[in-house]
């Protein structure tokens, strides 16, 4: 297909408005595109959605194809490792033509055994199929089963706004009845009838309160235990892992604070463990009438401290794991015997296995785990039982499926219990990935995961494909994905970008890009590709690049600064609209976003973001070729950022190459909840990339 064969693009009409602040004036022609309920938005949307499929039509077969090369990769019914909670081994099951996954259990034989008894009876208690019927989306939140087996508390979004409605099910009779909208966090207390849960802000869609239920009283006579005053907060509830105490967590982007109330006293009073202050961030975990916490107080990497339950104060916190300048302290897995320091060391993560010498707080560091590969992801699997003596943990990495192993801490022996099947003829042997650090501007190394095909790979001539997100201090996981293989076959070179603003390098990677930093994340994103292609992994003229969200933020500031660069760029629920989102307090999330990156009422701030805001950017110019993709529930990044950033763009675009937005009329931020339908959203936008990429 060429250009003389283009149907003809929507034009959206202007409805200039302006703003103006620090003697800026901001010229918005399309923010008309917020009226959701107006049917001109809707029928603009349409037409968006008419000219992407008509442009897509000519390669209608090869999306069909590319469909049916991931559904032959993945196992369409299939199993997870069953694990042991109580008196119960719980499991997840696929079923080839279902949508979704349903949740099954197995009665515990006896106290000694590794695994459900061959034959055993199994019991679904919830199949997210039936729940979806009837429905164009589904997820599920939150999930807790009372201590006794018998009561599942669960949470559903049906529309994609991740609104979620509380209900309550009787395992043992089937009866379900619903207790609350908008709900977040749930957890049962010990008596296995007094339920836990967080309520959301409806308007700025912030966790806030906190109420308690009882089983069996009308929700009107649930107690809000407590609120949340502070609109940069947001709340939630969780139980400790040996059971013994409930922890309602406050935080901020910068700053948390922790509330503890014995899961035996349900009707107590929470106890605030130490109050919050500015850039100061803690978590904490329980062990033998000790509070294990973790907490940035001596340095940005976190260090673990223990104190008495008594005195939790931090006048009694006392050392066990120091501060250090490299290795980031992500997370502990506090166990009876033991525990897991998680930890992440140039953008790869490590388990490390401390022991204990006894009853008290006393550990020293035992083995930790390895992994072989350059590049990979691994991390603590379901492991409910406080006095187990096996850990579970997950690996994988560019080049090997999604694995389940169990650790025996007393022989320092790993055990393969699952890896994923990856049927369609997949050969590991055939795929290598490789790991470098390319030069930022300020000299910075800034690491790099690779993946490609050895028989595929020419040096120099290859397509380049490059992700990234570089925002909130998210690590970018590198693991396995089957549909990547429809790319890797057709020769792509697939890259994996740990620029700053992530948490790749531990909290002062993430410093360095945020706030007045935030310019590194795209400069770091442009020495990446340009790196790649310096070292023959791709040929120039021939990168497709993807970012979504915050990282649709990366792929709109990157494109501003050099639309030459790229050939094709694919992003998703791009966060875009940075002047008009962050300016409007009434929208969710934004100002609890303040502390990521600045508030643009303050001059330095305003001047700063207006530098990288890409709607606000957009210039006369030669773009990539580009689909920009979201949803109309999207309650993240309103849908009306990239239509906004569409219609602008073509006013602006000086070039033949194709600009789509797709807007998904019945899903949110995640896009299509239904696998099916997930493979299919896949397929359309390999398509487009292998079309601008010159490989079909």
């Known amino acids: 297909m060429n250009s003389g064969t283009l149907p003809t693009p929507p034009i959206a009409r202007k409805e200039p408005q302006t703003k103006t602040l620090f003697g800026i004036t901001l010229h918005d022609d399309y923010a008309w595109l917020r009226q959701k309920e107006n049917p001109e938005v809707r029928a603009y949307l349409e037409a968006e959605n008419a000219y992407a499929e008509a442009f897509m039509a ?43 996954a349903s949740y099954s259990r197995i009665a515990v034989n006896n106290e000694t055994e590794l695994a459900p008894a061959p034959g055993a009876t199994e ?27 018998r009561f599942l508390a669960y949470t559903t979004d049906t529309t994609g706004f991740r609104q979620y409605t509380l209900h309550i099910k009787d395992l043992a009779t089937g009866q379900t009845s619903t207790i609350a909208e908008r709900a977040g966090s749930v ?35 649930d107690e809000l235990v407590y609120q949340e005053e502070d609109e940069r907060f947001n709340i939630s509830i969780s139980r400790t892992r040996d059971g013994e105490f409930l922890i309602l967590n406050s935080a901020s982007h910068t700053a948390s604070e922790a509330r503890v109330l014995r899961a035996a006293e349900p009707n107590g009073q929470f106890t605030l463990i130490a109050p919050r202050r500015d850039q100061h961030e803690y978590y904490i975990d329980h062990r033998n009438s000790h509070w294990f916490i973790r907490t940035n107080d001596r340095g940005r990497n976190f260090r673990l401290a223990t104190a008495p339950v008594a005195t939790p104060g931090e006048s009694n916190w006392t050392e066990l794991i120091p501060h250090s300048s490299s290795l980031m302290l992500e997370d502990i897995d506090l166990f009876r015997d033991f525990f897991i320091a998680c930890e992440r060391e140039d953008g790869l993560p490590k388990l490390h ?71 369609g003829g997949f050969d ?46 998210y690590s970018l996981p590198v693991g396995f994905n089957s549909t990547r293989l429809s790319l890797l076959d057709r020769g792509i070179v697939m890259a994996y970008a740990h620029i700053r603003g992530g948490g790749d390098l531990g909290t002062p990677w993430h410093d360095a ?25 791709g040929s120039p003229g021939r990168i497709a690049i993807e970012g979504g969200s915050a990282g649709g933020l990366l792929m709109g500031a990157v494109t501003n600064l050099r639309p030459g660069l790229f050939r094709a760029v694919l992003s998703h629920v791009p966060f875009v609209d940075v002047m008009n989102t962050m300016l409007d307090a009434s ?110």
Not at 643 to 654: E, G, H, N, P, W
Request: glycine fraction near 6%; proline fraction near 6%; charge should be negative.
């Open 58 to 100: 000519p390669l209608a077969p090869l999306r069909e194809t590319l469909y049916n090369e991931m559904l032959n990769h993945i196992k369409q019914t299939d199993v997870s490792v069953p694990y042991r909670d109580g008196g119960w081994w719980y499991l997840t099951r696929t079923e080839e033509g279902k949508q979704y």
């Open 123 to 149: 019991i679904t208690f919830l199949d997210c199929n039936q729940l979806a019927e009837g429905e164009s989306f589904l997820a599920i939140g939150d999930t807790d089963i009372s201590d006794c087996g």
């Open 187 to 221: 957890v049962w207390a010990a008596d296995n009838k007094t339920l836990y849960y967080t309520v959301e802000d409806e308007e700025q869609k912030r966790q806030f309160q906190l109420f308690r239920h009882t089983l069996d009283a009308p929700h009107s006579t």
């Open 353 to 423: 296995i401390w022991k204990f010498s006894g009853e008290g707080t006393a550990a020293a560091p035992a083995e930790e785990i390895s992994f072989p590969e350059p590049a990979y992801t691994a991390y603590p699997h379901v492991n409910r039982i406080f006095s187990e003596t096996r850990f579970r943990y997950a690996y994988q990495s560019l080049v090997s499926p999604a694995s389940v192993y169990e650790y025996d801490v007393a022989t320092a022996q790993s055990t393969l219990l699952k890896e994923q099947e990856v049927p």
């Open 428 to 473: 590991r042997t055939h795929y290598a990935s490789a790991r470098l650090h390319a030069p930022a501007a300020d000299g910075t190394l800034v690491p790099v995961s690779l993946v490609y095909r050895k028989d595929k790979f020419s040096p120099g001539r290859n397509p380049l494909y490059v992700y990234a997100y570089g925002s909130y201090g």
């Open 513 to 537: 890009g945020k706030m007045l930093h935030k310019m590194n994340t795209f400069t770091d994103f442009i020495a990446c590709a340009e790196h790649l292609i310096a070292q023959e992994f």
């Open 587 to 696: 929208l969710p999330l934004t100002v609890p976003e303040y502390e990521e990156w600045g508030d643009p009422n303050e001059e330095e701030y305003f001047k700063y973001m207006l530098g990288y805001s890409p709607y606000d950017n957009l210039r006369p110019a030669h773009y990539p070729a580009m689909l920009v993709k979201t949803s109309l529930n999207d309650s993240q990044v309103m849908y009306w950022e990239p239509a906004k950033y569409v219609a602008k763009l073509r006013t602006q675009k000086q070039d033949a190459n194709p600009l789509l937005l797709v807007t998904n009329m019945e899903a949110g931020h995640g896009g299509a909840s239904g696998r099916y339908d997930y493979l299919k959203e896949i397929a359309f936008d390999y398509a487009f990339l292998l079309r601008e990429l010159g490989l079909v």
